[in-house]
Structures are given as structure tokens and as C-alpha cells.
């Protein structure tokens, strides 16, 4: 007999993206700007969005929704810093979130209410590259603590990405790192990059990656 080959992936991912549409739609249609926070694990993700939280939240209504391997322990530590409800997505193993996973979350924030949404993806810069979220840009972060070729090594994240978040500026006098040579490399992956260079623990830069959301908010159109 002859052998019939499937490719569960590619079915897999056509799914996703038809999802991911569905979240986009339904995004926009609320005046929602959404991004997609990816890194590498242990580059600031969870600090550079408590700050945000702690700072923003009495101007702009944030909605989370956070995706851990095993724990909710960031969506806990986010939680403390805003009214609003931090959704946690345990992923039981898998490394990144898919877009099911978001339009399920999105049945529990009242968009109405919400003026940004932030996905704090699960640290990886390889799988969430590929999985579209519905969201309107993804957001890599680049801890001054890791190798300044990490857009070479990780090309295709990098290329998917909108805005380059360079985050420890605090660490960059006691680390063997030039800021320069990995914003030349990451701009030759991908030369439409923009990029803030930020401190979250000492606050350098938070007011230009809080201008830098500001200026996404959509308008509120008059009825």
C-alpha cells in the first residue's frame, strides 16, 4: 500500500493562524493595541512590566495576560501592581503560547476597559518566533547580561520583531558589552528595528518606552 504522509504542523499552525486572525479582529474592532513580549528567559520581561504597571497604571487601563512553563509566579508578582485582572497561562511544558490560549484569556478582560494589552510570552527565543498571537507587534527584549550575537543566533525572532527593548542598562559597566556592536547586528537581521534602551530596576529609558506606548494608543472615535 502506498504511505500517506500528514504534516501535523503544518495543520497545526495553518489553525493557529486562523485563530490568531480571529484574536486580531476582535482586537482592533476594541481599539486595543497588543503586544507580544518575547526574550530569552531571565532578561526582564516580568521587571520591565511591573515597572509599566506601577507607573502607568493611574493614567492607562493594562490588561496582561502572562504564560509560564509551570508556574503563575510572575502573573502573582504583576498582580500586586495594578487593579486590573493579570491572566495566567500555564503551559504545562510547552515552550510558547499559541493563539488559542490568548483568545481564551481575552473571554475574561473586559476590552471595553482596557486602553493596552501586553502578552508576556514564555521565555524563548526560538518557538514563539513562529506562533502569531494576534497581536500587533512582538517586542524583543536583549539583556545587556547576554551575548551581543544573539540576533545572528536567533535570526528569525528577531526579523518578526517590530521594537528591540535592550534591558539591565544598569549591569552595562560590569559586563563585557557594546551596546553599539549588538544594535549594528541586530540591525543587520533587521534593518526596520527600533530600539529603547532601558533600566527597569534603576528606571533609564522607562520614559521613552512610555512614550513609545503612548504613542500606539488608538483614538477614541466621537459617536
Not at 552595562?172 to 534593518?191: C, D, K, M, Q, W
Request: aromatic share 6%; with cysteine.
Amino acid at each position: 500500500m502506498p504511505v500517506r504522509t500528514i504534516d501535523v504542523r503544518e495543520r497545526v499552525m495553518a489553525k493557529n493562524d486562523e485563530l490568531a486572525a480571529g484574536v486580531r479582529t476582535r482586537l482592533r474592532a476594541a481599539g486595543v493595541p497588543t503586544f507580544n513580549l518575547v526574550s530569552s528567559p531571565g532578561s526582564g520581561k516580568t521587571l520591565l512590566l511591573e515597572r509599566t504597571l506601577a507607573d502607568l497604571g493611574a493614567e492607562l487601563h493594562i490588561a496582561v495576560i502572562t504564560g509560564d512553563v509551570q508556574t503563575q509566579n510572575d502573573a502573582d508578582r504583576l498582580a500586586r501592581h495594578t487593579d486590573h485582572l493579570v491572566q495566567a497561562v500555564v503551559t504545562n511544558g510547552a515552550c510558547h503560547l499559541d493563539a488559542r490560549q490568548v483568545e481564551t484569556a481575552l473571554d475574561a478582560i473586559d476590552l471595553s476597559d482596557t486602553d493596552l494589552l501586553f502578552i508576556e510570552n514564555v521565555g524563548n527565543l526560538v518557538c514563539p518566533a513562529s506562533w502569531d498571537l494576534g497581536e500587533d507587534a512582538k517586542i524583543v527584549l536583549f539583556s545587556v547580561t547576554e551575548g551581543e550575537d544573539k540576533p545572528v543566533k536567533y535570526p528569525k525572532m528577531f526579523r518578526e520583531a517590530r521594537v528591540c527593548v535592550f534591558t539591565k542598562m544598569d549591569l552595562l559597566a560590569h559586563v563585557p558589552f557594546s551596546v553599539v556592536r549588538a544594535t549594528g547586528i541586530a540591525l543587520e537581521v533587521n534593518p526596520g528595528l527600533q530600539f529603547l534602551y532601558t533600566s527597569a530596576l534603576r528606571g533609564d529609558g522607562m520614559e521613552e518606552w512610555y512614550g513609545f506606548l503612548r504613542s500606539q494608543l488608538r483614538p477614541v472615535c466621537a459617536l
